[in-house]
């Protein structure tokens, strides 16, 4: 039988790996191209040590992953719809709310299971409850009650004057026994420092301790995060961003009044 030269099998051998070769370099072009890494993730890594030493342990950044990138960038967005805004801020809410509640302290608690073992866990070592600060800080309490079932959640409405741009509580409505309770300070934007400034005043003046204060945050400017921690050292601050321009359009878009 004739099954051709070795010439012409050499040939058609050499043909059939260049096929091979041609189909498999658009792989290897694919896999060898770099992956593009979030800038935020680049500033929060090669800040970290930085943001310790000036700010101190008790300011917190919420951990820098793909997903919290995204939902910053849908935020900042100018051409995100108020729907899409919403859904995304209240995600990226929750996230923040989760941690915020991991600064609080804990104690040993241990329970019987079903099956009768006995489970060693944990359990909250206080009291806890919420404050927002009205009117954008209000978009942070939905998040809240789905976290923690029943809390109880008091106000602040802070104005600034017209005149002089200060800023001063009008009004202020908390638990009775708020002196005694982990109190989770609730307001999204912090360009200046100074509302959040004045709302701590009054909580200390009904009794809460600096150091039993978590202020649960969005977005911070450095200026804002140096001005509140320099008056309040022993206050927690969880933020998900450190930026020099912070996103004041937030509360007008999230409750649709811009």
Do not use: W
């Amino acid at each position: 039988m004739c099954t051709g030269s070795p010439s012409s099998n050499d040939s058609q051998s050499e043909e059939a790996n260049a096929t091979t070769e041609q189909q498999q370099q658009p792989e290897q072009e694919a896999t060898e191209q770099p992956i593009r890494t979030p800038t935020h993730a680049i500033v929060a890594a090669a800040k970290a040590e930085e943001i310790l030493a000036e700010y101190g342990s008790n300011l917190k950044l919420l951990e820098c992953n793909s997903q919290v990138s995204e939902l910053l960038t849908i935020i900042r967005d100018k051409n995100t719809t108020r729907s899409d805004f919403k859904f995304y801020a209240d995600r990226l809410i929750r996230l923040v709310i989760e941690e915020s509640l991991n600064q609080l302290p804990y104690t040993d608690c241990d329970v019987e299971t079903p099956t009768g073992a006995i489970y060693e866990g944990l359990k909250y070592r206080s009291g806890n409850c919420g404050v927002s600060i009205i009117r954008s800080g209000e978009a942070m309490e939905q998040g809240l009650r789905d976290c923690c079932r029943s809390i109880r959640i008091g106000k602040i409405l802070v104005e600034s004057d017209a005149n002089t741009h200060e800023a001063r509580v009008v009004y202020a409505r908390f638990p009775d026994d708020i002196g005694s309770r982990q109190v989770l300070l609730m307001y999204p934007i912090m360009s200046t420092g100074n509302t959040v400034l004045q709302a701590v005043n009054v909580l200390r003046e009904h009794g809460v301790p600096e150091k039993c204060i978590i202020l649960s945050n969005l977005f911070c400017t450095p200026v804002a995060a140096r001005t509140v921690v320099n008056a309040f050292p022993q206050l927690k601050i969880l933020t998900s961003e450190l930026h020099p321009v912070a996103p004041n359009h937030f509360g007008q878009k999230y409750f649709g009044t811009d």
